[in-house]
């Protein structure tokens, strides 16, 4: 494992593996009555974040929590930040503070990137989400939910996503959740296609190690896995897509679409869904929507990145078998 | 001021010459020169060329004495073996009034480093609404000929077209920032296979091709002169081919960055990489540098843009766009150009001295170097090779791409219609 975790494309077979067992592990704790280990005892976290971001910071800092680290919430609204103080200013006032690990979600891509590389800060980095760059911790969640429900919960120990088809829909260029996945999922062996509009596509995408097409509906008989992304309105503005009902007949997913897709396939969404646009309700609520187990997996994987990246060295994993479900 | 005698410099990379400065002009040039009377400069095989005419230089004074000042800009000019820039419009307030130009221009005199020529802005404020008074600039003491709104692109064709007709009645020639604002809105770097995987707002080749298009089109129309800024495309190489081909009197400048650097190394995120055109990919700088080769682009031009210590270190999208470099120019050309084959060291002194000033109009510089000729001469260490250590620069700023970097040729003296600016290496 590296000192820092900015990209998902930093992440080897075997790193990945580890975390997403790792997080099984974590995940065990999360059912039991005290959903705390006091690993990270003693160590600080600074939860670092210019951008509102309500479900990620609260996602890392209850893992930060069950892992008994010190944490502190920073958010740039209200602080000097808006005042112009720096990224540089502000990571050197916290680290002054005694920061083990700095998580960061920041506006500009590869803002993470700059405060682990630039000398400024000597404190472990963890990217959680920048620009429209890459959000890895999102990647890992994703990649954990599809394990689980695709190669099973016990079943998928060791294992990675080899031969899974899955199919990524929607804003594609603005989308370091895209990103992110479409360079771990190819790390962990699965097939990728991106479904969008093309002008939604970055320029560029061709160097990708995925599929790209323009038609869904010829895409979800061979997917194992349908993700939406979300479409931000204010696209439709900049001439992205005609008007929201257009976007929404062509990209949208609804029960018919879904019945096109196979038995075991399951609908993913990182959130926050707009309901009505990328995703029907009907969907949205269905069983085999995973936005709400996505949620729950995500403390469990920044769990165990948090241990794996600060965590020291004895090993989390037991591989103890659970039921089942 | 005495004689000077350049002993065994080889005049654009020729054979060794001497060669006799006496005042202000080159008395002589031949072999076996006497040394009576004369301070002996033993160029020991440097390659003597004319002083550097840089078409493209931000100097920030005035407004942002902070990062540059005329005096700093033109100290780092004469390190750089330059005895004339152009100085962009682009300053606070903007060069858009006579008042301003002639602030400008009487600066460079009196420090006395290099001549600064003042570039007029095209329009009031650099807004591409209303045309400043162009003529006045002209017929000021700052006697400006070339115009642009450099770091903004004279978008809208009606005025671009009436700023093309309107210089013809002084000669004038308008530098065009060919930058489509619609299709760059965001843009942070090139945009293509390195933008698309770091989630940088892309800038395309085609918002830089589409202006130059239009621009060569309406020159033809109205019969005026244009001349392209920092090109910066395999694309826009291909348009300028087909202009120059019909006949039409387009003339253009390739920055030193885009011979030599490519968008790959924005994957540092490292703002220091963070410029206006971008950095492009391979395949543009080869074409890049065959265009220079073979006369296409005219000229060299630093577009040094000195930028204060803070607005690069920051986040990418939180810094500013621009490099220093006026003072490695001639070292990335040399291993660009010269080091490559495509150029000599005449076809240097060419894109690099008599062609700039010949566009710009700039009297008495990119003359050849022979006898009755003004003194503007810079002596060229071709054998030299170094890492580039920005602290040694004289530029009061240090955005420099190259730090660390081992690049060839250094300049050590240059000479200012026979005055010594810079000797041995050190500003006189």
Known sequence: ?325 | MGKILIRGAKVLGGEPQDVLVDGEVIEAVGTGLSAEGAEVVEADGKVLLPGLVDLHTHLREPGREDSETVLTGTRAAASGGFTAVFAMANTFPVADTAGVVEQVYRLGREHGYCDVQPIGAVTVGLEGRQLAELGAMHESAAGVTVFSDDGKCVDDAVIMRRALEYVKAFGGVVAQHAQEPRLTEGAQMNEGVVSAELGLGGWPAVAEESIIARDVLLAEHVGSRVHICHLSTAGSVEIVRWAKSRGIDVTAEVTPHHLLLTDELVRTYNPVYKVNPPLRTERDVLALREALADGTIDIVATDHAPHPHEDKDCEWAAAAMGMVGLETALSVVQQTMVETGLLDWAGVADRMSARPAAIGGATGHGRPVSAGEPANLTLVDTAYRGAVDPAGFASRSRNTPYEGRELPGRVTHTWLRGKATLVDGKLA
């Open chain 1, 1 to 325: 494992m590296q000192r820092h975790l900015i990209s998902a494309a930093d992440l080897t077979r075997d790193d990945a593996v580890l975390i997403l067992d790792t997080a099984e592990e974590m995940a065990r704790v999360a059912d039991r009555p005290i959903k705390k280990l006091p690993t990270l005892r003693g160590r600080t976290v600074v939860n670092l974040f210019f951008e509102d971001s309500t479900r990620t910071r609260i996602s890392f800092e209850a893992a930060e929590k069950r892992l008994s680290a010190d944490v502190i919430n920073f958010t740039a609204k209200g602080s000097s930040v808006s005042k112009g103080e720096s990224l540089k200013d502000t990571a050197q006032t916290l680290e002054a503070m005694g920061v083990d690990a700095v998580v960061i979600r920041h506006g500009a891509s590869g803002a993470p990137y700059r405060l682990a590389t630039s000398g400024w800060i000597d404190a472990a980095v963890i990217n959680a989400g920048d620009g429209t760059h890459q959000h890895p911790t999102q990647a890992l969640l994703d990649a954990f939910t599809m394990r689980r429900r695709l190669v099973g919960r016990d079943a998928g120990l060791g294992q990675d996503l080899a031969g899974k088809r899955i199919t990524l829909v929607g804003d594609i260029l603005h989308s370091r959740v895209a990103r992110s996945n479409v360079d771990l999922l190819h790390t962990l062996g699965a097939e990728v296609t991106l479904v969008a509009p093309p002008t939604l596509v970055p320029v560029g995408v061709e160097s990708w190690p995925c599929e790209v097409a323009y038609d869904l509906d010829g895409t979800l008989s061979k997917s194992d896995a349908v993700m939406l992304l979300r479409v931000q309105r204010e696209r439709m503005n900049a001439a992205f897509f005609p008007t929201e009902r257009e976007y929404s007949r062509r990209y949208g997913l609804d029960g018919d679409r879904m019945a096109k897709m196979p038995e075991h396939a399951i609908v993913m969404h990182p959130g926050p869904m707009v309901r009505g646009m990328e995703i029907t309700a009907e969907v949205a609520d269905s069983d085999r929507c995973t936005a709400v187990e996505q949620v729950a997996n995500g403390v469990s994987i920044r769990m165990a990145v948090l241990y794996l990246l600060l965590g020291g060295n004895e090993p989390a994993v037991t591989h103890t078998r659970t039921e089942e479900k």
